[in-house]
């Protein structure tokens, strides 16, 4: 299997700037501040939605800013399904058997349009009572859309995923509770950022002709031209993938013989393809 190392464009690049789209989570504005965690296992990096469920959006930024989840642990997982954390109980290592108890029954639940997809952050409640969500929050490792309608969801992973991937995995009791201390060290607010420039977005068709692209492998070069006035769409993804930088450390992960070599499935690419840049990966 050939690996593909950076992907070098040549000629000029214009740049056009568009709001990412937003992911199938939701199509509702962030807050103008996000939340950072600094965990044992690295940052995640949340945003809020303030439009989705307003009184746990303004708990959870209070409780924040007051430092409230400093010190905290991500006390349970499911392998690739859920991380859970934010019980003040966590913060005391004799209160382990107890951890998943604390901080719960304070907001009534609130009717959120936000789906459980990857990277959403939803309250965690007491069994049976849909009224009793608190400080208490868990992270969907991947989709699970059976808990829409269940939970109140209220935000996402913007960046971090690989971390919250990584918790998911770490071990764990018969209880799900997580034997190794991932201690949630710091939460604080920073301003959103402005959204990412994406490139050839609108770039005429005339000028996308004057492209040229250089793919560097373990085994040499692979020079591009582009046909664009054929297919410009296909030409301008490849070129914003390529610019974008989301080619660097794919496979060439099929060939056939004196026929065909096949290429850019994100699945291949080491490290995987940043939180920032799933959105341009989206049809």
């Known amino acids: 299997m050939l690996s593909q190392k950076p992907l070098a464009l040549i000629g000029a690049i ?36 303030p439009q989705a469920a307003p009184a746990h959006v303004e708990k959870f930024l209070e409780r924040v800013k007051s430092g409230f989840y400093d010190g905290t642990t991500f006390h349970r997982a499911i392998p690739f399904g859920i991380i859970q954390g934010g019980d003040p109980l966590s913060k005391d290592r004799e209160k382990r058997p107890y951890y998943g108890t604390g901080g719960l029954g304070e907001l009534k639940k609130e009717t959120s349009p936000i789906s459980h997809r990857r990277g959403t952050l939803s309250a965690v409640l007491l069994p049976g009572n849909p009224d009793s969500a608190g400080s208490q929050f868990f992270i969907c490792v991947t989709d699970q859309v059976q808990l829409d309608g269940q939970y109140t969801a209220y935000g996402r992973v913007v960046d971090g995923s690989a971390v919250v991937e990584r918790i998911s995995q770490a071990p764990a009791d018969a209880m799900q509770l997580i034997t190794e201390r991932i201690e949630l060290k710091r939460a604080y607010l920073r301003d959103r950022p402005p959204p990412e420039v994406i490139p050839f977005v609108d770039t005429p068709v005339a000028e996308l002709e ?15 031209g582009f046909y664009p006035q054929d297919a410009p769409e296909h030409v301008r993804q490849f070129l914003r993938f390529a610019k974008l930088g989301l080619y660097d450390g794919t496979a060439f992960h099929r060939v056939v013989p004196d026929f065909v070599l096949q ?6 690419r080491k490290p995987p393809v940043p939180d920032k840049y799933q959105p341009v990966l989206k049809p």
């Open 210 to 224: 004057n492209y040229r692209a250089v793919i560097h492998t373990s085994l040499g070069d692979i020079r591009l």
């Open 263 to 268: 290429g850019g499935l994100m699945d291949t």
């Open 14 to 49: 214009v740049l056009s700037a568009v709001t990412t789209v937003g992911y199938a989570a939701d199509e509702l504005p962030p807050a103008e501040k996000q939340v950072v965690f600094e965990t044992s296992f690295g940052e995640i990096v949340l945003e809020v939605f």
